[in-house]
């Protein structure tokens, strides 16, 4: 249901001339995936035993039935199976948590291109006007400091871009710590290494 709504939620950012009878069936796809996923929710909030800790433990399907544009990110718990049997299986959790953050960020730096798209495109002056103008501007933005020959001009585009510079630190902050770590952690064993001998 989840890659359902990304298809529906993503694909007016792909074509520019979308019908209007198309952007209705589009419209229809996300209430219905949206309908599912709330009873879903309801459901399990009456079977909880203890339904303050179920809220507290499903936060982002909570936020996504109050707010359904949030619906895509349920994407997320596959991003977060993958990085899990990453870290099982040779890497340590570090590592494997930064890669979660990586995949994750990349994830939301689509969903921001796609909303980019969708209000920059109509913007007059404006000079994001395909997908891949607003997804070099969404990935520049979340790597570097934004500044690009593609870039925001309307309110929304602006927030996302903000949104996504702070990600981008946050990013940037965990690869960096990880490293730091892994310098550490290779220094000690070899102070360890040099004393037994």
């Known amino acids: 249901m989840a ?45 909880a035993e203890d339904k303050k800790q179920y809220l507290k433990s499903h936060p982002l399907e909570v936020a996504a039935i ?32 930064t890669l979660r953050l990586a995949i994750g960020s990349f994830f939301l730096a689509f969903l921001a291109a796609v909303q980019i798209t969708q209000v920059e495109r109509v913007a007059p002056g404006g000079n994001i006007k395909t997908f891949g103008d607003a997804m070099w501007c969404a990935l520049s933005t979340l790597v570097t400091d934004g500044y690009t020959d593609k870039y925001p001009i309307t309110n929304q585009g602006r927030l996302l871009a903000f949104g996504l ?21 290779t220094m000690q064993k070899e102070e360890e290494e040099a004393r037994n001998i």
């Open 3 to 47: 890659l359902a709504f990304l298809i529906a939620f993503s694909w007016p950012a792909f074509d520019a001339n979308l019908s209007l009878t198309a952007q209705k069936y589009l419209d229809f796809t996300q209430w219905f995936c949206w309908f599912f996923f709330a009873v879903d929710v309801i459901l399990g909030l009456i079977y």
């Open 66 to 97: 109050i707010l359904p544009f949030f619906r895509p990110l349920r994407l997320l718990r596959f991003v977060s199976l993958g990085a899990l049997v990453v870290q099982k299986i040779s890497i340590g959790k570090s590592v494997g948590m």
């Open 165 to 185: 510079m702070l990600l981008g630190i946050t990013l940037l902050a965990a690869i960096s710590a990880t490293m730091a770590a892994w310098f550490v952690r």
